[in-house]
């Protein structure tokens, strides 16, 4: 070993010890007659004193960063440090051994308040990963990982692996595609998610599966969703309900907060909140509990209004305690926000000052009539402002949702150091797509509420299904449903979204094939273990509290990913690229 014992341990008791240290160098300080060393590992930082000549003059060598082993004998400070743990003592070094050099130029400071750009701390991560809030966010990550497993076994979960290489299916992106090399022109698929895989497990008679899985989705990346690759914590069970599926996700999700956060946790079990309601209440299906403004309609309100904006539209309101204080500033830059970054044609408001008049924005269409039933039945007090957005219905629902969330954050309106959770229930089993299509609006495994008889009788955009969201402080956490596990019930529900029966053997063979040989009735969910780390740990980028992510534009700055590749290797796998220029 380089050294017994680690840089964040050495105390005052450890005081007439010789010891063997290694690490990196954080600080070097000459001060002519004596040098010091900030020695850094994981453990922590102990200050390494030189005042022997000769290894003075071999000090004037070290630079930042060079990884080196010392020997060394610990003595009390006469100028302590209390900030650090360490700060009672510093190691006299007798010995000092260059292990790694390091380039006098860095890209950038290690553990520097000057935040570099991220694209250049990507290209260098082995540095960045040097950082201590960024460091210890992976430790912090492998220990959730660790309680994840140690809490799904103790609810009697096995963990079993499934494919990398699997067979490409619609299950709502794109793939990523893998060329077979022994199979010319055909392809490989990375798994969105294990969603087949696991429901397989059921039908072989595993009662309770989990996995830490890896799923590869071709999708656009954002500050909270990696690009590529991401990880959760799949799972499902035999002969489950929906209800069974919440109580193992408040079973598990809780716990691991309250281990390693000192944040306000809800406890179990979670509000349960339809999706339209949350569409109507929150205008988005991942609601932030922690912000207490809510959505309501007043379209009836304003069935004869004169204000030509509100003609024939569905109305939408925010009513916003105390907004009265603001000053006009505030109502115009809210409306500037609304029109150039959420899209709304407008953003109309009015004012009831503490004397209980309207002021400004629109206060002059407002009758006294509608005043009223503002006041009595939308709660819109005496000191209040009042926004409205007025659109076609579902533009109205989502612009609301938007003001919603902005109006929470200007005025600190959201709930500090707490995490809220509620699922979303009842989503419906349909949508129409931008073609005006019938497509699943959810999950395409998903049983729909009432079976065989809502698919055979009812308005497809009616049909409800078991499917769930579960969603922490504005962020869909987990999304799961009961599953589809009757063959006579799936034809149906993909016939709807116009696939026929050969489609279905086509895209999911294995699948339809088992549920023709006695398939449990089964459940699951997969929380995502990126995002839940990042809330635990309080970031809003979600590649802090992963090793070695991808950037804003899906590439691996670090490992130069994606490439070119050789002809060769192109030949080995029968492909022939066919690139226009101006994509080159």
């Given at each position: 070993m380089y050294r017994n014992k680690n840089l964040g341990e050495l105390r005052i008791e450890n005081v007439g010890e010789e010891v063997e240290l290694a690490g990196w160098i954080q600080k070097i300080r000459n001060l002519g007659g004596m040098v010091f060393i900030d020695l850094r590992d994981e453990d922590g930082i102990t200050q390494i004193v030189i005042n022997d000549e000769k290894l003075q003059a071999?000090?004037?060598?070290?630079?930042?960063?060079?990884?080196?082993?010392?020997?060394?004998?610990?003595?009390?400070?006469?100028?302590?440090?209390?900030?650090?743990?360490?700060?009672?003592?510093?190691?006299?070094?007798?010995?000092?051994?260059?292990?790694?050099?390091?380039?006098?130029?860095?890209?950038?400071?290690?553990?520097?308040?000057?935040?570099?750009?991220?694209?250049?701390?990507?290209?260098?991560?082995?540095?960045?990963?040097?950082?201590?809030?960024?460091h210890k966010n992976i430790l912090l990550r492998s220990k959730i990982l660790k309680e994840l497993r140690d809490k799904m076994d103790e609810l009697g979960f096995y963990e079993i692996q499934t494919p990398i290489l699997a067979n490409s299916s619609p299950e709502g992106a794109?793939?990523?595609?893998?060329?077979?090399?022994?199979?010319?022109?055909?392809?490989?698929?990375?798994?969105?998610?294990?969603?087949?895989?696991?429901?397989?497990?059921?039908?072989?008679?595993?009662?309770?599966?989990?996995?830490?899985?890896?799923?590869?989705?071709?999708e656009d990346p954002r500050a909270d969703r990696a690009p590529g690759e991401f990880y959760q914590l799949d799972f499902e069970m035999a002969f489950s309900t929906q209800e069974d599926v919440f109580q193992v996700i408040e079973n598990?999700?809780?716990?691991?907060?309250?281990?390693?956060?000192?944040?306000?946790?809800?406890?179990?079990?979670?509000?349960?909140?339809?999706?339209?309601?949350?569409?109507?209440?929150?205008?988005?299906?991942?609601?932030?509990?922690?912000?207490?403004?809510?959505?309501?309609?007043?379209?009836?309100?304003?069935?004869?209004?004169?204000?030509n904006a509100f003609k024939g539209k569905t109305i939408k309101t925010i009513v916003v305690p105390e907004g009265e204080k603001q000053g006009r500033?505030?109502?115009?830059?809210?409306?500037?926000?609304?029109?150039?970054?959420?899209?709304?044609?407008?953003?109309?408001?009015?004012?009831?000052?503490?004397?209980?008049?309207?002021?400004?924005?629109?206060?002059?269409?407002?009758?006294?009539?509608?005043?009223?039933?503002?006041?009595?039945e939308y709660n819109a007090k005496t000191g209040s402002a009042i926004f409205f957005v007025a659109?076609?219905?579902?533009?109205?629902?989502?612009?609301?949702?938007?003001?919603?969330?902005?109006?929470?954050?200007?005025?600190?309106?959201?709930?500090?150091?707490?995490?809220?959770?509620?699922?979303?229930?009842?989503?419906?089993m349909y949508e129409l797509s931008d073609e005006g299509k019938i497509d699943f609006s959810h999950n395409p495994f998903s049983m729909p509420q009432g079976g065989l008889d809502a698919l055979n009788n009812m308005n497809p955009l009616e049909i409800l299904a078991y499917q769930y969201d579960l969603v922490c402080n504005g962020y869909e956490m987990a999304s799961g449903a009961v599953r589809n596990h009757n063959p006579e019930i799936m034809l149906k529900a993909f016939e709807i979204a116009g696939y026929e029966e050969q489609d279905i053997k086509n895209k999911f063979g294995a699948l339809y094939n088992a549920f023709q040989y006695g398939t449990p009735p089964h459940a699951g969910a997969a929380p995502g273990v990126d995002r839940m780390i990042m809330l635990i740990e309080d970031s809003e980028n979600i590649r802090e509290v992963i090793a070695f992510p991808k950037n804003k534009k899906a590439r691996d700055l670090l490992m130069r990913a994606p490439s070119e590749v050789s002809e060769e290797q192109l030949k080995d796998v029968h492909i022939k690229l066919d690139i226009q220029q101006e994509n080159k």
């Open positions: 071999e000090s004037k060598e070290l630079v930042k960063e060079s990884c080196i082993n010392i020997l060394g004998k610990v003595v009390e400070r006469t100028s302590k440090n209390p900030k650090m743990p360490t700060g009672d003592i510093e190691v006299v070094a007798n010995k000092i051994e260059v292990l790694g050099k390091c380039k006098p130029e860095l890209p950038f400071e290690i553990n520097s308040e000057l935040d570099a750009r991220e694209d250049l701390r990507l290209e260098y991560r082995f540095l960045d990963l040097r950082n201590e809030k960024l794109r793939d990523y595609l893998v060329p077979s090399r022994l199979n010319p022109g055909e392809f490989y698929a990375l798994p969105q998610a294990p969603q087949q895989f696991k429901q397989l497990l059921m039908v072989s008679g595993f009662n309770k599966y989990f996995q830490i899985a890896p799923c590869f989705r071709d598990v999700v809780p716990h691991v907060f309250k281990k390693f956060t000192n944040w306000k946790v809800d406890e179990g079990p979670f509000i349960r909140i339809p999706y339209k309601e949350a569409m109507e209440k929150y205008g988005i299906d991942k609601p932030d509990l922690r912000n207490p403004l809510i959505i309501q309609d007043v379209t009836s309100l304003f069935e004869n209004t004169e204000f500033k505030f109502f115009d830059k809210m409306t500037e926000t609304a029109v150039d970054e959420f899209g709304a044609k407008g953003l109309a408001w009015v004012k009831i000052d503490n004397e209980n008049n309207l002021q400004g924005g629109i206060s002059k269409f407002i009758t006294e009539d509608i005043k009223q039933k503002l006041q009595e659109d076609e219905f579902e533009i109205a629902q989502k612009i609301a949702g938007l003001v919603r969330i902005e109006l929470g954050k200007r005025l600190d309106l959201i709930e500090k150091n707490v995490y809220k959770f509620c699922f979303i229930v009842d989503f419906p």
